[in-house]
């Protein structure tokens, strides 16, 4: 089956530090990548959609320019999370999308286990 | 805006006893339903979906476009059935409801 592939799976950083994170699709190609945040016993919140080639959809709420998304190929989106301060430590989760219309019964989702990021 | 429901934050179920797990979405198209189970330091992954009208894991769930719900079923509860379960609406994008931690009593 499809399986998403999500690193690092924990990173600990300083305070005014870029970390980045990736997530690869492995056997299919993704035309759109999720990237989710979950705070703990909390559900996942959607902070943005990343289409390969073109620029990501952030949620309302989302900074842009906190939350750097790339997706330069149909396997791989990254997240960078800028200047990272204490609040944005939390659990990133990406999903990946494969291709198919929808309701063609290709329109499922595969996420990856998640990377927690943990900012001192 | 479409938004998903789930107005149980925990249930406890006594095993071989049914679980329902509740889930109402408000969309104002022909949406794409799914639940979705996360187990205990696993990775959130499909259960079912709508679309497909199958069982999983003796699970089943009937979209019900008159009352706009997709509750999630079981006639007989496993002790391996405790997990977050989220119920999901896609179009364009997944929104989540808020959970549900379903805990199952031996």
């Known amino acids: 089956g499809a399986v998403v592939s999500q690193h690092p799976s924990w990173v600990i950083c300083k305070s005014g530090t870029s970390v980045k994170i990736e997530c690869r699709s492995l056997?299919?190609?993704?035309?759109?990548m999720f990237w989710y945040r979950q705070f703990p016993k909390q559900s996942l919140m959607l902070m943005a959609t990343?289409?390969?080639?073109?620029?990501?959809?952030?949620e309302q709420g989302v900074e842009k320019d906190k939350f750097l998304i790339n997706h330069a190929s149909l396997t791989l989106s990254t997240l960078t999370v800028t200047s990272a301060h204490p609040e944005d430590s939390s659990f990133y989760i990406c999903s990946a999308r494969s291709q198919g219309p929808q309701g063609s019964g290709a329109n499922v989702l595969t996420f990856g286990a998640g990377s927690r990021l943990t900012v001192l | 805006a479409q938004r998903v429901t789930q107005p149980e934050k925990l249930l406890s179920v006594f095993k071989g006893a049914p679980v329902e797990l509740k889930c109402n979405y408000s969309y104002s198209g022909s949406p794409e339903l799914f639940w979705y189970v996360q187990y205990s330091r696993q990775r959130l992954q499909l259960l079912l979906r709508?679309?497909s009208r199958e069982s999983i894991k003796g699970f089943t769930a009937d979209l019900n476009k008159g009352e706009t719900s997709f509750h999630l079923k079981k006639p007989f509860a496993q002790e391996e059935d405790s997990a977050m379960y989220y119920c999901?609406?896609?179009?364009?994008?997944?929104?989540f409801g808020t959970g549900t931690r379903l805990t199952i009593i031996p």
């Open positions: 056997d299919f190609q993704a035309t759109t």
């Open positions: 990343s289409n390969e080639g073109s620029k990501a959809t952030y």
């Open positions: 999901a609406l896609d179009f364009e994008k997944l929104t």
């Open positions: 709508h679309i």
